[in-house]
T-cell receptor
Framework: GENVEQHPSTLSVQEGDSAVIKCTYS??????FPWYKQELGKGPQLIID?????GEKKDQRIAVTLNKTAKHFSLHITETQPEDSAVYFC??????????????FGRGTSLIVHP | DAGVTQSPTHLIKTRGQQVTLRCSPK?????VSWYQQALGQGPQFIFQ???????QRGNFPDRFSGHQFPNYSSELNVNALLLGDSALYLC????????????FGSGTRLTVV
């Protein structure tokens, strides 16, 4: 099955700095890579995603890059703000039988943005 | 438009007991997936339901079972609870046939004592 590794497990930055979270995956059949933000006491919320036919995608301060050859993808947050503090999860979604898709999640990165 | 709703939010059970968790998917979504999230870990896939049948299953024992109703809502049942079953149980919904991001509920925090 798919295996997703995520680094670092904890990331501490000053407000205004950039933050980068990196993930690798093992299954070359994975073709969709969402990123989720989980705040305390809440479920994960989709913040951005990228498909295997695209190398980079941007949404305001957030960007994702994908290197299919190396099987790794990254989340970039620029001009970080205290409200960006949360746990971030990457996932790799693999086609399964019956037309379903099952995302496998990384272990998460706790991002702390200091004012 | 309500998102995914889960109940209850918190639950305390004794070892050996049985528990049922409930989930209502986002409007327009007909596929429901359940995940277990241990403290400090990423969500682990339990199973996925579509058209009232279990379509995919992760690496979880038969003590974990589920059900989906005609209105797409779903239940997760866990029998013979173990201390290690203590976790946040997340329900996620998605539209069928589409590889899109899931919409997650806020979860049910299960504590087994």
């Amino acid at each position: 099955g798919e295996n997703v590794e995520q680094h670092p497990s904890t990331l501490s930055v000053q407000e205004g700095d950039s933050a980068v979270i990196k993930c690798t995956y093992s299954d070359s059949a994975s073709n969709y890579f969402p990123w989720y933000k989980q705040e305390l006491g809440k479920g994960p919320q989709l913040i951005i995603d990228i498909r295997s036919n695209v190398g980079e995608k941007k949404d305001q301060r957030i960007a994702v890059t994908l290197n299919k050859t190396a099987k790794h993808f990254s989340l970039h947050i620029t001009e970080t703000q205290p409200e960006d503090s949360a746990v971030y999860f990457c996932a790799a979604s693999t086609p399964a039988s019956g037309g379903s898709y099952i995302p496998t999640f990384g272990r998460g990165t706790s991002l702390i943005v200091h004012p | 438009d309500a998102g995914v709703t889960q109940s209850p939010t918190h639950l305390i059970k004794t070892r050996g007991q049985q528990v049922t968790l409930r989930c209502s998917p986002k409007s327009g979504h007909d596929t429901v997936s359940w995940y277990q999230q241990a403290l400090g870990q990423g969500p682990q896939f339990i199973f996925q339901y579509y058209e009232e049948e279990e379509r995919q299953r992760g690496n979880f024992p038969d003590r974990f079972s589920g059900h989906q109703f005609p209105n797409y809502s779903s239940e997760l049942n866990v029998n013979a609870l173990l201390l290690g079953d203590s976790a946040l149980y997340l329900c996620a919904s998605s539209p069928t046939g589409a590889n899109y991001g899931y919409t997650f509920g806020s979860g049910t925090r299960l504590t087994v004592v």
